[in-house]
């Protein structure tokens, strides 16, 4: 059974940092796409960073270009996302997700990804 659980979460003042971590168990995820998607109230999903598990660019949504990481941990089964100068707007249930299709730009798309976690509240302070 696939399990995709995020940790992480919590308070964060504005400018600081924080990191999500998202531990994968269940199956051999070498080949998937690994995600991170937020979901703020009253608004539509959207796509934060993905990257392949085997390797290869890391992707952005255009407003965490710079501010965001994304990193896997291969020998630990799990994936970062490190959130740096977070800002209010940044305030959401961030989800991982994963994904055996997605690839290069696709890898925004949530309707590629097939199993996701439970979310993990950020609150970014001002």
């Known amino acids: 059974q696939v399990q995709l659980v995020e940790s992480g979460g919590g308070l964060v003042q504005a400018g600081g940092s924080l990191r999500l971590s998202c531990a994968a168990s269940g199956r051999t995820f070498s080949s998937y796409a690994m995600g991170w998607f937020r979901q703020a109230p009253g608004k539509e999903r959207e796509f934060v960073a993905a990257?392949?598990?085997?390797?290869?660019?890391?992707h952005y949504a255009d407003s965490m270009k710079g501010r965001f990481t994304i990193s896997t941990d291969n020998a630990k089964n799990t994936v970062y996302l490190q959130m740096n100068s977070p800002k209010p707007e940044d305030t959401a249930i961030y989800y991982c997700?994963?994904?055996?299709?997605?690839?290069?730009?696709?890898?925004?798309?949530?309707?590629?990804?097939?199993?996701w976690g439970q979310g993990t509240q950020v609150t970014v302070s001002s």
């Open positions: 990257v392949s598990w085997s390797g290869g660019d890391a």
């Open positions: 997700a994963a994904s055996p299709v997605a690839s290069g730009e696709f890898q925004a798309e949530a309707f590629l990804y097939d199993f």
